[in-house]
């Protein structure tokens, strides 16, 4: 049975910083794309980051660039999302995703059709 969890999720206050985990079992994700997503309430789920089974390919969406980095330990089965400079826009609840890569290629998706597993989601709450 897959299953991915998060974790490192909690309150902060606007300037910080937190490292959210994601934990994957049930199988080898070494060959998974994965990804954050995030949703805030009343709004939709939207893509924050995503990483190829690599690692060596990553996309950002524009609004964290430069302050989140994605990164993941394929020997842990482990990804993470280092947030830095946190804003209150940032508050949302934050998923981990994954989905085996195509054979052959090296990709990054950044939709939320493309994943086929996720895990229960961690509450960021950033206070200003």
């Known amino acids: 049975q897959v299953q991915l969890v998060e974790s490192g999720g909690g309150l902060v206050q606007a300037g910080g910083s937190l490292r959210l985990s994601c934990e994957a079992s049930g199988r080898t994700f070494s060959r998974y794309a994965m990804g954050w997503f995030r949703q805030a309430p009343g709004k939709e789920r939207d893509f924050v980051a995503g990483s190829s089974w690599t690692g060596g390919s990553t996309r950002y969406a524009d609004s964290v660039q430069g302050r989140f980095t994605i990164s993941r330990d394929n020997a842990k089965n482990t990804w993470y999302l280092q947030m830095n400079s946190l804003k209150p826009e940032d508050t949302a609840v934050y998923y981990c995703?994954?989905?085996?890569?195509?054979?052959?290629?090296?990709?990054?998706?950044?939709?939320?059709?493309?994943?086929?597993?996720w895990g229960q989601g961690t509450q960021v709450t950033v206070s200003s």
């Open positions: 995703a994954a989905r085996p890569n195509p054979p052959s290629r090296v990709v990054v998706f950044t939709t939320e059709s493309d994943y086929t597993y």
